[in-house]
């Protein structure tokens, strides 16, 4: 496939059209999904903390609570788009790949995804944790909520390292 695409907007068709592979195919419905609803529900959220820190003085505390919506939103959102831009471009590059690349990358985007799941398992609040039996669950309740950004960035880095170890 020799045509182009313009801009990230355009690699997701291109990517879905390029690729030979499933379960990448599936993945960028979901993954795709997912981002969108990511980028509504954190968008929606500083549009709220936008209307409640309206009447505040203008200051560092407010403009950074501000600015740490659009980060976890591009933390969030980032690496789950990551697998079909880099498909994408990979295809449209013709640059020679593993033949697994696409499924790899693939499943380090849905591992990303579930450790999004395991993250806000983590960070709960204790009144938002249900009461439960299971031995997995109450260890994740009971670890400190700091560790919730543990199972993000390990996901993340086994992403990089796919592409890296892959790519060619």
Same mark, same amino acid.
């Given at each position: 496939?020799?045509?182009?695409?313009?801009?990230?907007?355009?690699?997701?068709?291109? /990517?879905?059209?390029? *690729?030979?592979?499933?379960?990448?195919?599936?993945?960028?419905?979901?993954? *795709?999904?997912?981002?969108?609803?990511?980028?509504?529900?954190?968008?929606?959220?500083?549009?709220?903390?936008?209307?409640?820190?309206?009447?505040?003085?203008?200051?560092?505390?407010? *403009?950074? *609570?501000?600015?740490?919506?659009?980060?976890?939103?591009?933390?969030?959102?980032?690496?789950?788009?990551?697998?079909?831009?880099?498909?994408?471009?990979?295809?449209?590059?013709?640059? /020679?790949?593993?033949?697994?690349?696409?499924?790899?990358?693939?499943?380090?985007?849905?591992?990303?995804?579930?450790?999004?799941?395991?993250?806000?398992?983590?960070?709960?609040?204790?009144?938002?944790?249900?009461?439960?039996?299971?031995?997995?669950?109450? $260890? $994740?309740?009971?670890?400190?909520?700091?560790?919730?950004?543990?199972?993000?960035?390990?996901?993340?880095?086994?992403?990089?390292?796919?592409?890296?170890?892959?790519?060619?």
């Amino acid at each position: 496939m020799t045509e182009a695409y313009r801009g990230a907007l355009g690699a997701f068709p291109y /990517a879905v059209r390029a *690729s030979d592979s499933w379960f990448f195919r599936v993945y960028w419905l979901v993954g *795709s999904l997912a981002a969108l609803f990511i980028a509504l529900v954190v968008g929606m959220g500083l549009i709220v903390e936008l209307a409640r820190t309206a009447d505040l003085v203008r200051g560092g505390l407010v *403009s950074f *609570s501000r600015s740490l919506f659009v980060l976890v939103g591009f933390l969030a959102v980032g690496p789950l788009v990551a697998p079909v831009l880099l498909v994408a471009r990979r295809h449209r590059l013709g640059t /020679a790949v593993h033949r697994q690349y696409d499924q790899a990358l693939a499943a380090c985007g849905y591992a990303f995804l579930a450790s999004l799941y395991l993250a806000l398992v983590i960070s709960a609040p204790p009144e938002f944790q249900t009461p439960t039996d299971s031995t997995v669950l109450a $260890l $994740l309740y009971a670890a400190h909520p700091l560790f919730g950004l543990l199972p993000p960035f390990v996901a993340a880095a086994v992403m990089i390292l796919a592409h890296r170890r892959l790519g060619g």
